[in-house]
């Protein structure tokens, strides 16, 4: 499978994703406008076990954010690198830091209830209050489902969406930090 390569600012710390991201997207919601400094963060979805730091581990840092979540960042140049989703097993990769083009395209606006009022969403991707909520997929087996979910996350179609994230993050209380 092709892997994508990615690294911070000061080129301290080098990762690897493999191509394929079970969901792209941007969380409007204040805290990842804190964590980024922008408007909105840009997300990939992984199993931590697919993510690998590459080079200078011992560059990275993390905060402990919540119980769910440690936001990793250099300790060098404060790039904001990704996230640990400590209960999941998955980690969110900021897509700003790749290097390679990812063969997915951002596919969902979340938190758009909460966010900066000084930014307009101008694309039609598929928007979302807070999360997504609810699936009708669920009572397919999710083995079924992660070779759709992977589909349908780069379709921007919602209820396909909402599969997706289920899948992912079955009990989701938290953005995409
Ligand atoms: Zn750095
Ligand atoms: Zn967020």
């Not at 080129?11 to 990842?32: K, L, M, R, T």
């Not at 589909?151 to 919602?158: M, V």
Request: proline letters at 4%.
């Amino acid at each position: 499978m092709k892997h994508l390569k990615g690294s911070c600012l000061c080129g301290s710390v080098e990762i690897q994703v493999p191509d394929n991201f079970h969901f792209i997207g941007y969380c409007h919601c204040s805290e990842c406008r804190k964590w980024s400094g922008s408007a909105f963060t840009s997300g990939g979805l992984v199993d931590s076990a697919d993510f690998q730091i590459t080079k200078g581990e011992e560059s990275v840092s993390y905060f402990h954010k919540s119980e769910e979540t440690d936001l990793a960042f250099c300790k060098n140049c404060g790039s904001s690198l990704f996230s640990k989703k400590l209960k999941r097993g998955k980690s969110i990769v900021r897509l700003g830091i790749l290097n390679d083009a990812p063969s997915q395209k951002p596919s969902t606006h979340i938190f758009v209830g909460s966010k900066a009022p000084w930014y307009d969403i101008s694309d039609k991707l598929t928007q979302f209050d807070e999360l997504p909520q609810g699936s009708s997929f669920s009572e397919v087996s999710s083995q079924t489902l992660k070779p759709l979910a992977r589909i349908c996350s780069s379709l921007a179609s919602s209820a396909c969406f909402r599969a997706a994230l289920a899948i992912s993050m079955p009990e989701s209380a938290a953005c995409w930090d």
